[in-house]
Each structure stands twice: as C-alpha cells, then as structure tokens.
C-alpha cells in the first residue's frame, strides 16, 4: 500500500474502504473529511500515551463516524477484543481511517479483514503482510489475531 500524506495526514490504503495511519495530528482533523473518510476507528487505550481524549468530538464535528475499541501491543489480545476489532471495521460507514498510536495495529488489523473479505487463506495474508513489512514476531499478538479470524473466519 502506497502511502499519502496530506498536509498533516498520514495513511495507507488497503483497500478502497479501508485505510491506516498513526494517531491523529491535532492539525490533521479537517483532512480526515477532506479524503473522504466517512468514519474512524481509534484503536488506542484510553490510557494510552498520545490518546486525545477530544478525538470523538472533533471527529463527529465533521460530520463523520467515531468509534474507539481500546487495544494495544502491550495488552494481551483476546478473542472478544479481536472480534470487536472487526465488527467494528465490518459496521462503521466506509471508507474507514483505522489509527492506533504508530499505525501497526492498526495496519494489522485493516489486512487482515481485508484478506477474510476477499477469500485469501491465512498463508497468504501472512504472505502479503510480510512482503509489505509487516513483522509478526516483533508483534506476535498480531500473529494470534490473525489466527483467531481465520479459525474463526471473523465476519
């Protein structure tokens, strides 16, 4: 996925529907309506470094969707958290903005519903992840969410 950056925006897109980047810039708010996004899904804890506690509200000022599932790479992943990851991502109004404090869960998690959407095996999204850098052992959580949507075909 190529990145853009905007002036203060940064992501990626995976798909047509679904795109990743780190938390949001204060400054970067109005790019998020000015790329289309029609919603945002905000994986950082409450507690996490960097959270915006504002971010709902700036986000729905625009006129756009908001939803926070708290995760991060230092709480250990569980099947509940993982599945609201996705329903998440399956409900919100597309095309979605997926951020997390750097971007890795959240890139994580937008390729793996996308590879469940579009039919691929898990040997093949481990594939794509890892020819677009994606490292499962530095994160191996993310390696066990991606198990649990494929045994679990998550939808």
């Known amino acids: 996925a190529e990145e853009t950056t905007t002036t203060n925006l940064k992501f ?8 990743y980047g780190p938390r949001i ?8 309506k000015l790329n289309n996004f029609a919603s ?7 507690v996490e470094a960097g959270f915006d506690p504002a971010e709902e509200g700036k986000v729905k000022a625009l006129g ?6 708290e995760w991060n790479e230092a709480n250990d992943i569980n099947e ?7 329903d998440a991502l399956d409900s919100l109004p597309k095309p979605i903005f997926v951020h997390c404090a750097r971007g890795f869960t959240a890139a994580y998690a937008v390729l793996i519903r996308a590879c469940l ?15 677009a850098g994606f490292n ?11 198990k649990m949507a494929f045994e679990g075909q998550a939808s």
Not at 40 to 46: E, F, G, H, K, R
Not at 64 to 69: A, P, Q, S
Request: aromatic letters at 10%; glycine letters at 4%; hydrophobic letters at 40%.
């Open 12 to 19: 990626r897109k995976i798909t047509p529907d679904m795109s």
């Open 25 to 32: 810039d204060t400054e970067a708010y109005p790019e998020i």
């Open 40 to 46: 945002v899904l905000n994986l950082m804890s409450t």
């Open 64 to 69: 756009l969707v908001y939803k926070n599932v």
């Open 80 to 86: 509940q958290m993982a599945q609201d990851i996705f």
């Open 117 to 131: 959407d579009n039919g691929l095996p898990m040997n093949e999204c481990l594939r794509l992840g890892m020819e």
């Open 136 to 146: 499962f052992t530095t994160f191996p959580n993310m390696y066990r969410i991606m």
